[in-house]
């Protein structure tokens, strides 16, 4: 039946995958990603600058490593910033393939935060070294999700119409 869609037909009545309707601006998407991943890190040393200088906890380091702790002052950066390219990796995937893209995102993303903020909690140190890694986990977390869910949008484009013709 001309002009009928069925649902259950993956390829429609041609027997061919239907062309794409979108096209994702890579170039716009990934250096979104870049600009959120340098935000990430700039994020993690704040954070433990501020527990450590002004709340006062031994975060990463003992007291007496001064306010932006040692060496793991520098993995939680880069970490931070690993984190915020998977998960513009992960938007480029769902963007190219996935159904309702950016839903999909969104739970993914939550359920990727929830686990570095649970993590800390496991350790057997002081309630609040936990807190402290937790909350700054949490704010690298909604930081990356909320930035990088406003660049994928932002790098799709509309797919270029090619004139089709149907001859009967």
């Known amino acids: 039946m001309a002009g009928y869609h ?80 998977a998960v513009t990796g992960l938007a480029h995937l769902l963007l190219i393939g996935a159904p309702r893209p950016m839903d999909r995102f969104a739970s993914l993303v939550g359920l990727l935060i929830a686990m570095p903020v649970v993590v800390p909690f496991l350790s057997p140190g002081p309630m609040s070294v936990a807190l402290a890694t937790a909350a700054i986990h949490l704010v690298i977390g909604l930081v990356i999700g909320t930035l990088v869910s406003g660049a994928a949008p932002a790098a799709v484009r509309p797919a270029p119409q090619r004139q089709r013709f149907e001859f009967e």
């Open 6 to 85: 069925d649902e259950t037909d993956p390829f429609g009545s041609r027997g061919r995958p239907p062309q794409s309707s979108v096209r994702v601006d890579v170039s716009r998407l990934w250096v979104g990603g870049l600009a959120t991943a340098a935000v990430a890190a700039l994020i993690g040393l704040l954070g433990v600058l501020i527990v450590r200088a002004v709340l006062g906890i031994a975060l990463h380091a003992p007291s007496t490593a001064g306010p932006f702790g040692d060496s793991d002052t520098v993995v939680l950066c880069g970490l931070a910033a690993v984190a915020a390219l």
